[in-house]
């Protein structure tokens, strides 16, 4: 018996759910002590019938059986796993006088096959290429989990850049179409900042984009909670909001303009 492969086996296996189906009381308890060394958690049916009722309300990693059964056979709670679709791996352990089924197993679609009494070097060959099978597709599962979870994540990244200004941070003139399309905005106010193209000639592209960084911090901060600010085209700006009564939009704007009009916005100590 090798000690360090069991020991490693029990390891990788401990926290695989495993259903047993065995009807002999004795057969049963004998096994039990062998599985209770690899297995932490066994649920245990005493025939094909509760077998297949414990497969369908549980979630299994493996199945080991018995063949002959009372009320359905293993051959029968077989065939009905894998008429659901479940490609859990199943193990076969019978009794030397059910060797006439090894064939009708093989073609049911089984894992492994073991005659009782168990021999334990023969066992944990089996068990353990059948438990690296599982951890391989689990370990594929969740590779395959991640990597859908990081396209996601990659594909809201490009998407959220395809909206982003990217001088400003604002949201651009694409995710305006689509909140204007969303109709839950009712008010749309453009702002234009006059004689932009004569500042930037005057004192160069950096003074001008440094003007724009300016402009949409202080509108950021100057905007209510039911508005959404976005960067449009070289000196435009746009506000959406949930205003619909015109006396407070005329006012909101009339405050917009008079705060640009008393605060100066200062870039490289240019007014």
Known sequence: MDVVKIEKLARSSQNLRLLYVEDDAFARESTLEILNMFFNNINISVDGEDGLNAFKDGSFDLVITDINMPKMSGLDMIAHIRDLGAKTPILVLSAHDDTEY???????????????????????????????????????????????????????????????????????????????????????????????????????????????????????VNIDSDMKLYKLEADKFAILSKMDDKESIRTFCEQILAYFDMNIITINKIE
Request: proline content about 1%.
């Open 102 to 220: 090894y064939e009708e197993t093989i073609k049911s679609g089984i894992d492994g096959y073991l005659l009782k009494p168990i021999d334990i070097n023969q066992f944990v060959d089996l068990l353990d290429k059948t438990v690296n099978i599982i951890n391989r597709e689990k370990e594929l599962k969740d590779y395959q989990l991640n990597l859908e979870e990081k396209i996601k994540e990659q594909t809201l990244i490009i998407k959220e850049s395809l909206y982003r200004d990217s001088l400003s941070g604002l949201y651009n003139f694409l995710k305006l179409n689509e909140d204007i399309d969303s109709l839950v905005f009712k008010t749309l106010i453009v702002l234009d900042i006059t004689q932009l193209s004569l500042m930037s000639k005057q004192y160069g592209c950096r003074f001008t984009e440094n003007l724009l960084g300016e402009v949409a911090k202080t509108l950021s």
